[in-house]
């Protein structure tokens, strides 16, 4: 099957070089060769999936670049066999990356200030990017606002027209919402935004064909813009076919969760490195195809089958955590340490950990047989990096956790209130949103409720990063503890950092 063996050393390289690469590159720079496309993340694409849930870096940034992006849309069509994603035109109303002919974070701060209705706004917004002349002559949006508010038939009639080109040009018009979390520092006012996009998207659901909204949003922020949507519509935008989630697992008859598509982007990212090393790679494989794009596609024992992945990873780390199978398993070893509470594990914490344990092969066991040392993989689960990545989308939760380091787990909840109570939490995360809405570029959202030190508990339960436990005590998984310096029998120990 082989045709070229890599040595330990060029294993080495190729890992540290593509997880080097993997790491520098975010949803704005991701090029064609990186883009993976796990298949527990279709449904998000269909055009009828107006809602698409994700937490914090699950893909929602990268899916909504990919629509945006014609090359990648097309790859994106071809490689999930989607013929109306080939048909589809997009244009972002909302996102990540700065652009002129969207609000900015500021703007929509003054015109909520002024009173302007969230459902107004975005089919302002929404009427504009489809490039509807009136509005689109207007140079500002509380000009444009404040038209589509003096002229209410105005709306139907655009989109009736709107409809009737895209019908004959035989395409779909999408209209993409993503980074809601930056809409505003203030909890309830995001959530009120939010939901003038959501009834602006039922618009399109209700009154067109060929019109349709695509919203990425966190589940916790959905829950509360729901509630500014007719309750009879909730439903509707939520259910089966209108809504998706996007994950990276999937749930077995055992009740598990399989990490085929962590493991699956792993060796995709390893097959498009432009190396000779990759190349050696695939040929491991002979079963590797190239697309139009020139992306490598890996075979689907590499993508799908849980078996032969793990073979393919003992090559690089071995089997077990030690000696023997008591010690536990080196393909599960990461995934089972590097989720939440509510299961979730995500790529960037994967790869990071991955290229942690890595630099402490290199650095602890130079000479070890194989390209990583199981003892990397402990280091590489300490690192930090679901911590970091969460606190970088919610910063108020690493002013949640802080006073909570040096306690034992599991915790009862009132001895974290008191913690709380005693460091003065609720002052600083206020003062922490006012710094955020001096910033209107880099806002992001805070708590619900950050006076409620009992609602705040909950909130972060439903987040991932606490769990509660049977006794009533409060729990939280290693992903957070170990950053966190917080102690548990039985715990996997907190690694010191190298000097």
């Not at 969230?118 to 207007?138: D, H, K, M, Q, Y």
């Not at 018009?173 to 003038?196: C, I, K, M, Q, T």
């Not at 955020?436 to 570029?441: H, I, N």
């Amino acid at each position: 099957m082989m045709s070229r063996t890599l040595s330990v050393a060029e294993h080495r390289t190729l890992l540290r070089d593509t997880l080097s690469t993997a790491l520098a590159t975010n949803s704005v720079s991701l090029p064609v060769s990186m883009m993976y496309m796990p298949g527990t993340h279709r449904a998000a694409l269909y055009a009828d999936s107006t809602v698409v849930r994700g937490k914090t870096g699950q893909g929602k940034s990268v899916w909504a670049r990919a629509l945006a992006d014609p090359k990648l849309r097309a790859i994106a069509a071809r490689e999930y066999r989607m013929p109306r994603l080939e048909r589809t035109e997009t244009v972002t109303a909302f996102g990540e990356g700065p652009d002129s002919s969207q609000p900015s974070a500021g703007e929509l701060r003054a015109l909520t200030g002024w009173g302007v209705q969230p459902t107004a706004l975005w089919s302002a917004v929404i009427l504009t990017t489809f490039g509807v002349p009136e509005l689109a002559a207007l140079p500002t949006w509380t000009e444009r606002v404040d038209w589509l508010v003096r002229n209410p038939w105005a709306t139907d009639r655009c989109l009736a027209e709107l409809e009737m080109a895209a019908r004959s040009a035989d395409t779909t018009r999408l209209v993409v919402f993503d980074a809601l979390d930056r809409l505003h520092p203030d909890r309830g006012v995001a959530e009120h935004l939010a939901s003038g996009i959501l009834n602006a998207a039922l618009a399109l659901s209700r009154g067109a064909t060929r019109l349709r909204a695509k919203i990425f949003i966190r589940p916790d922020m959905l829950e509360g813009a729901l509630i500014g949507v007719p309750r009879a519509e909730r439903a509707f935008l939520t259910s089966g076919n209108r809504s998706a989630d996007l994950s990276w697992g999937r749930a077995d008859y055992l009740g598990g969760t399989g990490r085929t598509e962590l493991y699956g982007l792993l060796f995709h990212l390893l097959g498009n490195h432009d190396s000779s090393e990759a190349a050696a790679f695939r040929a491991a494989w002979p079963t590797w195809k190239q697309d139009e794009s020139g992306r490598f596609l890996a075979p689907d024992e590499l993508s799908d089958d849980a078996t032969r992945q793990e073979e393919v990873f003992s090559t690089l780390v071995g089997r077990y955590m030690g000696t023997n199978a008591r010690q536990g398993y080196t393909y599960s070893y990461l995934a089972c340490h590097l989720q939440d509470a509510l299961g979730t594990v995500t790529p960037r914490p994967f790869l990071t950990a991955l290229a942690a344990a890595l630099a402490s092969t290199d650095r602890d066991h130079p000479g070890h047989d194989r390209p990583l040392h199981h003892n990397g993989l402990r280091h590489g689960v300490s690192c930090g990096a679901r911590a970091a990545e969460l606190h970088q989308a919610q910063p108020w939760v690493r002013l949640a956790l802080e006073p909570l380091a040096g306690q034992q787990l599991p915790i009862w909840t009132e001895d974290i209130l008191d913690l709380w109570q005693h460091a003065a939490l609720s002052d600083r995360l206020q003062e922490l949103t006012h710094r955020s809405a001096a910033d209107p570029g880099r806002a992001r959202i805070g708590p619900r409720d950050p006076a409620s030190y009992p609602l705040l508990l909950e909130e972060l339960v439903g987040a991932g990063v606490l769990s509660r436990r049977t006794s009533g005590q409060v729990d939280m998984p290693d992903v957070y503890r170990i950053p966190y310096g917080l102690g548990r029998r039985g715990g996997v120990r907190r690694t010191r950092p190298a000097a």
